[in-house]
């Protein structure tokens, strides 16, 4: 049976209402450590780092059909790995091996087929799978062997449980819209500072706000009245991710108006000119950037010893020689 991000405590199908203590005893342990947020904000190595592993990860979710599910669990694994692991730099195939083991580590919780040949098919480092299980078990180490996340979907069904819906299709409506929200929110740095409870909560509390506005005030004050959650950092929450809903809601909105306008002012056709000439600038320059990529170096990573290995091939030399460099992250020998 694959893991329950809803019942990341138990096995059992229907929710163990005798746990969710538990859950908000031990909820801190699966969060990034304390000034990981801080990092982001001050360190822009750290902040693109994450960046673009969550770039990554999304492509595999899509590409890979994978459940978003899994995809967020690996979001999970690492930004929990990062936060407690100095990344060292100038080494930009360790963000492909984390990306790459973490969902690993999360398709195997889940129960899902991950194919290392098919992620790997279009990359330009290739890794072997000694080297994936490696990196997954330094990945364990520094999580501490805690892979069963506890994540806002623990607590959904508990706060949705106290709100007077007596419609389960309603209640489904909510639970639902506040799951887009919990997705969405994921990808924000400024969010990591909350407890997954309190996502919870105010993602519900946003849906409620959008979907049942007039019932909104009981649900908000039935939260509210909840002993284990902090107001303070609940209205804080709730701020935020309204805010979000608001400008990807406007966003959207503005892609749409750009994309069915027509150019009626001299500055519309000043600006579609432009984009021409940018496109036939680009469309010139396109030939040598893929000979430059024809003749760029092919890396491969393979495990040697109790370190990793890194190769470089360059595939512009007739006779194919390798130039090796050892990196000086280690990765711990399977057992």
Same mark, same amino acid.
């Given at each position: 049976?694959?893991?329950?991000?809803?019942?990341?405590?138990?096995?059992?199908?229907?929710?163990?209402?005798?746990?969710?203590? @538990?859950?908000?005893?031990?909820?801190?342990?699966?969060?990034?450590?304390?000034?990981?947020?801080?990092?982001?904000?001050?360190?822009?190595?750290?902040?693109?780092?994450?960046?673009?592993? %969550?770039?990554?990860?999304?492509?595999?979710?899509?590409?890979?059909?994978?459940?978003?599910?899994?995809?967020?669990?690996?979001?999970?694994?690492? @930004?929990?790995?990062?936060? /407690?692991?100095?990344?060292?730099?100038? /080494?930009?195939?360790?963000?492909?091996?984390?990306?790459?083991?973490?969902?690993?580590?999360?398709?195997?919780?889940?129960?899902?087929?991950?194919?290392?040949?098919?992620?790997?098919?279009?990359?330009?480092?290739?890794? @072997?799978?000694?080297?994936? $299980?490696?990196?997954?078990?330094?990945?364990?180490?520094?999580? $501490?062997?805690?892979?069963?996340?506890?994540?806002?979907?623990?607590?959904?069904?508990?706060?949705?449980?106290?709100?007077?819906?007596?419609?389960?299709?309603?209640?489904?409506?909510?639970?639902?819209?506040?799951?887009?929200?919990?997705?969405?929110?994921?990808?924000? %740095?400024?969010?990591?500072?909350?407890?997954?409870?309190?996502?919870?909560?105010?993602? =519900? =509390?946003?849906?409620?706000?959008?979907?049942?506005?007039?019932?909104?005030?009981?649900?908000?004050?039935?939260?509210?009245?909840?002993?284990?959650?902090?107001?303070?950092?609940?209205?804080?929450?709730?701020?935020?991710?309204?805010?979000?809903?608001?400008?990807?809601?406007?966003?959207?909105?503005?892609?749409?108006?750009?994309?069915?306008?027509?150019? =009626?002012?001299?500055?519309?056709?000043?600006?579609?000119?432009?984009?021409?000439?940018?496109? $036939?600038?680009?469309?010139?320059?396109?030939?040598?950037?893929?000979?430059?990529?024809?003749?760029?170096?092919?890396?491969?990573?393979?495990?040697?010893?109790?370190?990793?290995?890194?190769?470089?091939?360059?595939?512009?030399?007739?006779?194919?020689?390798?130039?090796?460099?050892?990196?000086?992250?280690?990765?711990?020998?399977?057992?």
């Amino acid at each position: 049976m694959d893991f329950d991000l809803e019942n990341p405590l138990t096995s059992l199908k229907e929710h163990q209402f005798d746990t969710i203590p @538990d859950l908000f005893a031990s909820e801190s342990d699966h969060m990034p450590s304390r000034n990981f947020l801080k990092c982001l904000e001050t360190c822009d190595f750290y902040s693109s780092f994450r960046q673009e592993a %969550i770039s990554l990860i999304l492509q595999a979710q899509y590409s890979c059909n994978f459940e978003p599910i899994l995809a967020y669990l690996a979001i999970n694994y690492m @930004d929990r790995f990062i936060s /407690k692991q100095e990344i060292p730099r100038g /080494k930009p195939w360790i963000l492909r091996l984390l990306v790459i083991s973490c969902l690993s580590l999360a398709a195997k919780m889940k129960n899902a087929h991950f194919s290392l040949s098919n992620f790997q098919r279009e990359e330009s480092f290739i890794f @072997d799978m000694q080297t994936v $299980n490696r990196m997954e078990l330094l990945i364990l180490d520094a999580l $501490n062997w805690r892979m069963r996340s506890i994540t806002p979907f623990s607590f959904v069904h508990f706060f949705t449980s106290s709100f007077e819906l007596k419609d389960p299709p309603l209640t489904q409506a909510l639970k639902d819209r506040a799951t887009e929200i919990i997705f969405q929110a994921h990808n924000e %740095i400024k969010l990591l500072e909350f407890k997954p409870s309190i996502i919870a909560a105010s993602a =519900l =509390l946003v849906s409620s706000h959008e979907l049942f506005p007039v019932q909104f005030p009981s649900f908000r004050c039935s939260i509210s009245s909840c002993e284990r959650v902090n107001r303070d950092q609940l209205i804080k929450c709730f701020n935020a991710l309204k805010e979000m809903v608001e400008m990807d809601w406007y966003n959207s909105t503005m892609d749409t108006v750009s994309s069915t306008r027509t150019p =009626l002012s001299v500055l519309d056709r000043h600006c579609i000119k432009s984009e021409s000439q940018t496109t $036939n600038i680009s469309a010139t320059a396109l030939p040598q950037k893929r000979e430059i990529k024809r003749r760029g170096k092919r890396l491969a990573i393979t495990a040697s010893d109790n370190m990793v290995q890194l190769n470089f091939s360059d595939s512009s030399r007739a006779n194919n020689s390798f130039s090796g460099e050892i990196c000086n992250w280690s990765i711990p020998q399977a057992p």
